[in-house]
């Protein structure tokens, strides 16, 4: 069974940083893409970033371009999202999935069609 496990968040304020972790099991980084997604309270969900296992390519929303940074431990399955500069449009619950690729299509072919996600993790950013 494929299992993606969301850790890291927390609360920080406007400026700060968090780490979040996306733990897989099930099924190696060999040929698949990850996703980060993050839905804020009262609003639809929307993919933030993604990178692609097969050649390392990567995906940022407009909204997160030059202050997140996706990476991925193959040897640990493991998807990171270091977020710098936190702004409190950042709070929301952030989940990661794996879409079929690595793109801005899929991410959101992704948010329209799959129906049961993980808890997630919850960043709070303080003003």
């Known amino acids: 069974e494929v299992q993606l496990v969301e850790s890291g968040g927390g609360l920080v304020q406007t400026g700060g940083s968090l780490r979040l972790s996306c733990a897989a099991s099930g099924f190696t980084f060999d040929d698949y893409a990850i996703g980060w997604f993050r839905q804020a309270p009262g609003k639809e969900r929307e993919g933030v970033s993604c990178?692609?296992?097969?050649?390392?390519?990567?995906y940022y929303a407009d909204s997160v371009k030059g202050r997140f940074t996706i990476s991925s431990d193959n040897a640990k399955v493991t998807v990171y999202l270091q977020m710098n500069s936190l702004k409190p449009e950042d709070t929301a619950v952030y989940y990661c999935?794996?879409?079929?690729?690595?793109?801005?299509?899929?991410?959101?072919?992704?948010?329209?069609?799959?129906?049961?996600w993980g808890q997630g993790t919850l960043v709070t950013v303080s003003s």
């Open positions: 999935a794996a879409p079929y690729a690595c793109a801005a299509q899929a991410m959101g072919d992704l948010i329209r069609y799959l129906e049961v």
């Open positions: 990178i692609s296992s097969v050649d390392g390519s990567t």
